[in-house]
């Protein structure tokens, strides 16, 4: 159960975060965007861990995981605009 409310945070912080920040090469579809949610979280926890802001225990909520995600998602933006990484909208052909 555990995992299935990690994944629905997730989903929720990357749609919150994708509306914040829109672009033309943000990470489509379920999968990306759950990702872009959970890794958000991550940052988000693993920041305020080292800022003192939650204790070793404790994770970031969901505004936490959008703020995140939204750092998460300039990453991607900066990146794939450097051309570091392809762009998942343009296709290869």
């Known amino acids: ?27 489509a579809g379920f999968i990306l965007t759950t990702i872009l949610g959970i890794a958000g979280a991550f940052v988000a926890t693993l920041i305020g861990q080292t800022i003192g802001w ?7 909520g969901l505004i936490g995981a959008v703020i995140g995600a939204v750092v998460v998602l300039f990453v991607w933006h900066r990146l794939v605009t450097s051309r570091r990484i392809p762009d998942p909208g343009r296709r290869w052909l």
């Open 1 to 27: 159960m555990h995992i299935l409310w990690i994944v629905i945070i997730g989903f929720v912080a990357g749609i919150i975060a994708r509306f914040l920040a829109p672009g033309p090469n943000n990470p």
């Open 54 to 60: 939650y204790g070793p225990n404790q994770g970031a």
